[in-house]
């Protein structure tokens, strides 16, 4: 699953199912005109440790996320 942020759609949150627990993953895309790539910001196990991630590395919070395909 896979969620942008609904302003700029570089902030991306995935989550993962790994042996038997969710992991979430934010990262911060580039654009392509910059080459493009990913770099990821940091991985967490709890949603409330995503708003505390979320809060430290970027200007938007989980109201701000929205689920793309």
Known sequence: ???RCGCCGRF???V???RGRHRYRLVHRYPA???GGKNV???VGT??????LLRRFTTIDLADLR???
């Open 12 to 14: 991306e949150v995935t």
């Open 33 to 35: 005109r910059f080459g």
């Open 47 to 52: 949603v409330a440790e995503l708003a505390d």
């Open 16 to 18: 993962e199912l790994v």
């Open 67 to 69: 689920e793309a395909g």
């Open 41 to 43: 910001l940091g991985e």
């Open 1 to 3: 699953m896979v969620w």
